[in-house]
């Protein structure tokens, strides 16, 4: 190996698709849906279905295809994360809001993927490789209750020894992507409920909740800061009845009485990926921000030299190129983590590192711009104060900044969990 | 395809480099801050590890090919150690690197050889006094005159420049580029001044340097009639002092990691607190982002590609990195952070100059 930052043109091809989409379709909507929150967006939707439908056939066949002892095994790093990251990044640019309302499994896929057995991940995820409706999956962790420290859960299930159904009592929140699993598609939500309160993280265990479940009930659509055209809502459920086969896992992730915290690990290994993912849709719109507020300097007669020393540049000039510094600094931190793992190495390290740093860096670089660009930035007329609401969300969802900063901290000084809290 | 792992042959560089950073350097680096002093001894030991003949073809009497991400790997390393003792073995790559780059065939054939053997001091001159300095806009000199060239004007902050043989001096010439050439430090014209007291880098000697008619033969233009490109030899000037910058906030960063893993108040260590504990995930952030952003930059130059807009922001953000994961190395030692013998303090005072340092460094 040699050190690179060679993106195969294969993802670069991809990634103009995806900013032709980005810009064709989701920019002209991005306004419209911001002010209208609650209005679903409708072109982004239909022209990514069939995309990511045909790109989730693809990997969920590949995923349970039996093992061919004749086909030889590729050689190398895979591309499969970066094309997301490229995806995500531009899908983002954008419009953050509208990428969260892509249809596919997201992070019930992740899930169910890290811990179903074959049997689950063919039953449950065939959905979003077939058919000409869109569909969601949806993940249900966070409760009133239960923010950060995801053990302190309140949500039970419990087993009905006639039924032999699951049933299921609590209060789920922040669920992005949830109305439209449950109301609007033949999806469904991963729940995080406990079994076992006494048991701790041991007692917690993933269900999968099909659409339209009796007892299964949408209390709430959020009105949020920014990415308003993404769906987060309330479910509450009240006796939701469970078939017994839609507990995630093998039996050791089944079991109770062994103490075993493996779906609970399940769970946290899959932010590995999705902890860089959302970092590069942090990217997007970071960078949404900073082509803007250049294209305006630029009409106003200001360009950004980077060979002049620091007393020849205006505050503005050395504001964006702090700008394009703390960007550029997140976007090798999250590549790093991305390529990792492409080559099938661990990054939870570096993972959190890039969340923890694109989070920060984009959250600082929209609101700058909107600094810069004035009563301009200010006025709704243009998208920079909506950038500035949208990336706010990044230090805050799939673990806070200083979540971030911890497992960071955790990693670099080999604590544990309890040595480190 | 991308990839974060070295080569083989970078790794054991590497190594080599940290065993000397760890066994010869770190040991003198206290010493050689207060006495303005690095033993010669362990210069000789750095410059036997061949960074430089390494890097230059065997036809000039070296073993290898420049690469700049070879030499910011090597670069953070030394750092790493000490930066006024990486800064001094280095400094021969002032000369070496711009001559390999744009020399004449002639040059080459006269200079590099002399890469190949013993260490001995060479040294540019870029920097000028006073406030307010731009490398685009030098007031040093270099007018045509009866078939040579005429250098006048003021330098500082010249590494070596009292015992330095050749010294490769920046000037603004008639069309407004800048131009580079080579000077014997006994030419008449020369006047090297005492020695400069800085805040940081102590270890090495710099010193202000006139210029003052000094007469320079059209041979000793470097690149002769074609001269230089010198945004690309600052590009590889920012790389390399951004990629020192990042060994000297790892340094700081990983004594702050180790003391408060040992230091004790409340009956804990302190880095059981998440106040301390995010300074250190922090500096880990930032060490971590300057470097691939070095690395970035590094990569494009190899590959010959444009990379002014790398350079640059690898450096602004590697010196400022570099300033804040230090400061907070010192924040963790609290009271002992601010005495002397510990060294969290030396690499502050070091970490400030990466703003500010010009001509400093090449890989």
Same mark, same amino acid.
């Given at each position: 190996m040699a050190i690179s930052f060679e993106i195969p043109e294969r993802v670069v091809q991809e990634q103009q698709m995806a900013m032709a989409l980005a810009q064709g379709v989701m920019r002209p909507q991005a306004r419209r849906l911001d002010e209208d929150e609650h209005a679903r967006p409708v072109d982004f939707i239909q022209m990514i279905w069939p995309v990511l439908r045909d790109q989730q056939k693809r990997q969920l066949d590949k995923l349970l295809a039996p093992p061919d002892p004749n086909k030889p095994k590729r050689e190398g790093p895979g591309i499969t994360y970066l094309r997301m990251m490229v995806q995500v990044e531009a899908l983002s640019w954008g419009d953050a809001g509208q990428y969260l309302c892509m249809p596919s499994a997201l992070l019930a896929g992740s899930a169910i993927e890290a811990v179903g057995t074959p049997e689950q991940k063919e039953r449950f995820l065939r959905r979003f490789a077939e058919g000409d409706d869109p569909k969601w999956g949806a993940m249900a962790m966070t409760e009133p209750n239960a923010g950060s420290d995801t053990k302190a859960i309140e949500t039970t299930a419990v087993l009905d020894p006639e039924t032999r159904e699951w049933v299921l009592n609590g209060e789920k929140i922040f669920i992005t992507g949830g109305g439209l699993a449950l109301n609007e598609s033949n999806g469904l939500v991963v729940v995080w409920a406990t079994v076992d309160k006494s048991a701790g993280r041991a007692g917690m265990k993933p269900f999968v909740v099909e659409a339209r479940t009796p007892g299964v009930i949408v209390t709430k659509a959020e009105i949020k800061h920014g990415i308003r055209a993404s769906d987060t809502v309330a479910v509450s459920f009240q006796n939701a009845r469970i078939p017994y086969d839609h507990l995630l896992g093998d039996p050791e992730v089944r079991a109770i009485d062994e103490g075993g915290t493996k779906g609970f690990k399940g769970a946290m290994a899959t932010f590995d990926a999705s902890r860089p993912l959302v970092a590069a849709g942090a990217l997007g719109v970071g960078r949404a921000?900073?082509?803007? =507020?250049?294209?305006?300097?630029?009409?106003?007669?200001?360009?950004?030299?980077?060979?002049?020393?620091?007393?020849?540049?205006?505050?503005?000039?050395?504001? =964006?190129?702090?700008?394009?510094?703390?960007?550029?600094?997140?976007?090798?931190?999250?590549?790093?983590?991305?390529?990792?793992?492409?080559h099938g190495q661990r990054n939870s390290l570096e993972a959190s590192m890039a969340k923890a740093k694109a989070g920060k860096a984009v959250t600082w670089v929209t609101q700058k711009a909107v600094e810069i660009l004035g009563m301009m930035g200010y006025n709704r007329e243009w998208l920079a104060e909506?950038?500035?609401?949208?990336?706010?969300?990044?230090?805050?969802?799939?673990?806070?900044?200083?979540?971030?900063?911890l497992i960071v901290a955790r990693r670099i000084l080999d604590y544990s969990s309890r040595e480190l809290n | 395809m991308v990839s974060f792992t070295p080569t083989d042959e970078q790794r054991m560089l590497v190594e080599a480099i940290h065993r000397y950073a760890e066994l010869d350097v770190r040991p003198i680096a206290h010493e050689a801050d207060e006495a303005a002093s690095i033993p010669d001894a362990v210069i000789r030991t750095g410059w036997e590890i061949g960074l430089i003949p390494a890097s230059l073809p065997e036809e000039y009497g070296g073993f290898g090919q420049r690469e700049a991400l070879t030499g910011v790997l090597a670069a953070e390393e030394l750092a790493w150690g000490d930066l006024a003792v990486a800064l001094k073995v280095m400094a021969p790559a002032?000369?070496?690197?711009?001559?390999?780059?744009?020399?004449?065939?002639?040059?080459?054939?006269?200079?590099?050889?002399?890469?190949?053997?013993?260490?001995?001091?060479?040294?540019?001159?870029?920097?000028?006094?006073?406030?307010?300095?731009?490398?685009?806009?030098?007031?040093?000199?270099?007018?045509?005159?009866?078939?040579?060239?005429?250098?006048?004007?003021?330098?500082?902050?010249?590494?070596?420049?009292?015992?330095?043989?050749?010294?490769?001096?920046?000037?603004?010439?008639?069309?407004?580029e800048v131009g580079a050439y080579l000077v014997d430090r006994q030419q008449a014209g020369i006047a090297v001044g005492e020695r400069e007291k800085l805040m940081g880098i102590r270890g090495l000697e710099t010193y202000p340097l006139t210029l003052d008619g000094v007469r320079v033969d059209q041979a000793r233009r470097l690149g002769g009639e074609a001269g230089i490109r010198f945004g690309l030899i600052q590009n590889y000037a920012h790389v390399a002092l951004a990629a020192l910058a990042v060994g000297v906030a790892r340094a700081s960063a990983e004594y702050a990691r180790a003391y408060a893993k040992q230091r004790v108040q409340f009956g804990v260590p302190i880095a059981t607190k998440q106040a301390i504990a995010f300074m250190l995930a922090e500096a880990a952030i930032e060490v971590d982002a300057a470097r691939l952003m070095v690395w970035e930059a590094a990569w494009k130059l190899d590959q010959g590609q444009e990379a002014t807009r790398e350079a640059t922001l690898a450096r602004q953000y590697a010196a400022n990195a570099a300033l804040t994961v230090t400061d907070a190395g010192v924040q963790t030692l609290g009271g002992y952070g601010f005495i002397r013998e510990y060294p969290v303090e030396r690499w502050l005072r070091n970490a400030r100059g990466f703003a500010m340092f010009s001509g400093l460094a090449m890989v």
């Open positions: 921000a900073l082509e803007f =507020v250049r294209e305006k300097l630029i009409e106003a007669g200001i360009d950004i030299p980077y060979d002049r020393p620091y007393h020849k540049l205006s505050a503005i000039q050395r504001d =964006v190129l702090e700008m394009e510094a703390q960007l550029k600094a997140a976007y090798l931190l999250t590549l790093r983590a991305i390529s990792l793992l492409d909506k950038w500035m609401r949208d990336a706010r969300i990044n230090d805050i969802y799939e673990g806070t900044g200083q979540i971030n900063l | 002032l000369v070496a690197y711009p001559v390999l780059m744009f020399g004449t065939e002639a040059q080459k054939r006269d200079l590099l050889p002399r890469f190949c053997e013993d260490y001995s001091p060479m040294t540019a001159a870029l920097t000028e006094p006073g406030l307010f300095f731009d490398p685009l806009a030098m007031q040093t000199t270099a007018t045509a005159e009866d078939g040579q060239f005429v250098l006048n004007g003021a330098k500082a902050n010249v590494p070596l420049a009292a015992e330095a043989e050749t010294i490769l001096v920046y000037a603004r010439e008639a069309g407004g």
